[in-house]
């Protein structure tokens, strides 16, 4: 049975930075592509971004590009996401999520519903 488990949230002024970080724990981290999304008190889950096994393809909202950056480490089973220069749009709680690549088929990153397992959520916070 896949888990995650997110961790790094946090408060921290607008302009900071955040190093939020997901670690899967189950078998076959690397046929899973792995994404971050985050859902703000009123508002639907949106995607952020995601890496695919490998981490040779990266995807992100237009919101974060240039602000944020998703990497994996499959030798710990990890994926972070640092958020640089951080906004208070950018407050959420984020979610890890992971979607099973050992099929081959299409990966469409942005898709909710393609996810398999979720985490529970790391809280984040930007005072303006």
């Known amino acids: 049975q896949v888990q995650l488990l997110e961790s790094g949230g946090g408060l921290v002024q607008a302009g900071g930075s955040l190093r939020l970080s997901c670690l899967f724990s189950?078998?076959?981290?690397?046929?899973?592509?792995v994404g971050w999304f985050r859902q703000a008190p009123g508002n639907e889950r949106d995607f952020v971004a995601a890496?695919?096994?490998?981490?040779?393809?990266?995807e992100y909202a237009d919101s974060v590009k240039g602000r944020f950056t998703v990497s994996r480490d499959n030798t710990r089973n990890t994926v972070d996401l640092q958020m640089d220069s951080l906004k208070p749009g950018d407050t959420a709680l984020y979610y890890c999520?992971?979607?099973?690549?050992?099929?081959?088929?299409?990966?469409?990153?942005?898709?909710?519903?393609?996810?398999?397992?979720w985490g529970l959520g790391t809280q984040v916070t930007v005072s303006s």
């Open positions: 999520a992971a979607d099973w690549q050992g099929d081959g088929t299409t990966w469409f990153p942005h898709k909710e519903a393609e996810y398999d397992f």
């Open positions: 189950g078998r076959a981290f690397t046929m899973y592509a």
């Open positions: 890496i695919n096994w490998n981490g040779g393809s990266k």
